[in-house]
């Protein structure tokens, strides 16, 4: 099956710094992806989506310029976390839908990001 | 309208028992309605997806019954066993809106199949 590569799995920073984290599409070109978030226990929360060659499309309340997202290539999205806090530690996940297909049913989930922030 | 109620939030089953677990959506525009299995620290799996033109689907040892005119869909897993335990999210989405197709998750079910 497809394959979404998400990279780091986890990361730990210090109070201030910026991270990055990439979401790719193996074997299919993704011109959608989506990032979530996910608190221990809880639902998975769409932040944002981001097309390929577009401006993302950011969730009510999700700040754009903390949470900076690139979709540069139909197979690579990148989401940064600036200025990171702790308040900011958390589960992410990126999903990316197949280009080839219109609906949900192709839509990849990654192994998902642990951030945790000192 | 874009919110989708899942339950029970946790559930233990005995091996070989039955794990049910529902869901209710309240956007008529919802057209595809999957489960999801995550192990912890890891993304979500895609186990079963229907659509409302049916109202049951069957993989394996996975069902899901919708009913339409509830607004419902449920997750049945027979002869569960202990590595089925995980969490559990429902979602849904509208491939008819063409500017928002993600899925909006239910809030999950824990499940604990005790040997």
């Known amino acids: 099956g497809a394959v979404v590569s998400q990279h780091p799995s986890r990361v730990i920073c210090k109070s201030g710094t910026s991270v990055k984290i990439e979401c790719r599409s193996l074997d299919f070109q993704a011109t959608t992806m989506f990032w979530y978030r996910q608190f221990p226990k809880q639902s998975l929360m769409l932040m944002a989506t981001?097309?390929?060659?577009?401006?993302?499309?950011?969730e009510q309340g999700v700040e754009k310029d903390k949470f900076l997202i690139n979709h540069a290539s139909l197979t690579l999205s990148t989401l940064t976390v600036t200025s990171a806090h702790p308040e900011d530690s958390s589960f992410y996940i990126c999903?990316?839908?197949?280009?080839?297909?219109?609906?949900?049913?192709?839509?990849?989930f990654g192994s998902g990001t642990q951030l945790s922030v000192l | 309208q874009q919110q989708v109620k899942q339950s029970p939030q946790s559930l233990i089953v005995q091996k070989g028992g039955i794990s049910i677990i529902n869901c209710a959506y309240e956007n008529t525009a919802f057209d595809y309605f999957p489960w999801y299995q995550q192990f912890p620290g890891k993304g979500p799996a895609l186990l079963i997806a229907?659509?409302?033109?049916?109202s049951e689907k069957k993989e394996g040892r996975f069902t899901i019954s919708f009913n339409k005119s509830a607004k419902q869909f449920s997750l049945h897993i027979m002869d569960s066993q202990p590595g089925d335990s995980a969490t559990y999210f429902c979602a849904a989405s509208s491939d008819m809106d063409t500017g928002r197709r993600a899925l909006t998750f239910g809030s999950g079910t824990r499940l604990q199949v005790q040997p």
């Open positions: 229907i659509r409302p033109d049916v």
């Open positions: 981001s097309n390929e060659g577009s401006k993302a499309t950011y």
């Open positions: 999903s990316a839908k197949d280009r080839g297909i219109s609906t949900n049913e192709k839509l990849f």
